[in-house]
């Protein structure tokens, strides 16, 4: 039986007073996330009281070490730093695996054969020992660690400021955020991209990949396809201004 999709979580929160580090797309880079992050906490270290780190999604498929990002992410920050984790659509789509919703040809479409590795498991071989997909899907779906199954069903979708948007994808301008659908904040692309319909706030987000941050007045995305270039970007938002940097 599949588990029906649930609504994400969407926070609210203002940072106004609180030097704010968001960070593009990992898929499975974590030797860029240690980087990215050394640099955060060095940047912290002169600024005044805590900081906060919002991640942006896709932290797994593609890269080399889907299940030690995920780990990481899990684990506490030094002192003085907090972490709120995005959901993005790669999450989504192994969950969506886990949960019957798509197939395992549709799952390793998404770049997920580099995930399973970083599991321990072999996506080469596993279809020859099992001969049947539903044994295929039962032996991959008890041998993925629960709690990363956990952690990734309990992200939010979105981080609303008073001044700032913080998603994976971006919004559908034609709608109140109130209304944006989860679908929408973690897939959409053109409709977002190219609206000509001016954006509540600034909306911060990766998903599109692209060979530099993409800087536009209302619209900041941070993908730099970390997983094939070895640039994973970061930006600071603190006391109105952005300041971007990558590893």
Request: net charge negative.
């Amino acid at each position: 039986m599949k588990m029906a999709r649930q609504p994400r979580p969407r926070l609210t929160l203002d940072i106004a007073a609180i030097p704010t580090y968001a960070i593009g797309d990992i898929h499975g880079r974590y030797d860029l996330l240690m980087k990215a992050e050394e640099a955060i906490l060095r940047d912290g270290e002169r600024l005044p009281g805590r900081k906060l780190i919002v991640t942006l999604g896709d932290y797994i498929d593609r890269g080399p070490e889907s299940a030690r990002v995920i780990t990481h992410l899990m684990e506490p920050l030094p002192e003085g730093f907090d972490r709120i984790c995005l959901v993005g659509n790669h999450e989504i789509a192994m969950l969506d695996y886990i949960d019957g919703w798509i197939s395992y040809d549709d799952w390793m479409g998404m770049g997920s054969a580099e995930l399973l590795r970083s599991y321990g498991l072999d996506p080469d071989h596993l279809p020859l020992v099992f001969p049947t997909g539903a044994k295929l899907d039962a032996f991959i779906r008890q041998s993925l660690p629960h709690t990363h199954i956990d952690f990734m069903r309990a992200m939010p979708v979105m981080l609303e400021t008073p001044s700032v948007i913080f998603v994976h994808a971006g919004i559908n301008p034609k709608l109140p955020l109130g209304e944006q659908t989860d679908e929408d904040l973690v897939l959409i692309r053109q409709r977002f991209l190219e609206s000509r319909i001016p954006l509540p706030k600034l909306v911060v987000h990766g998903h599109t990949p692209n060979d530099e941050p993409d800087i536009r007045p209302r619209r900041l995305n941070l993908d730099t396809r970390a997983f094939r270039s070895g640039k994973l970007t970061v930006a600071r938002l603190w006391q109105g201004q952005v300041h971007l940097f990558s590893t």
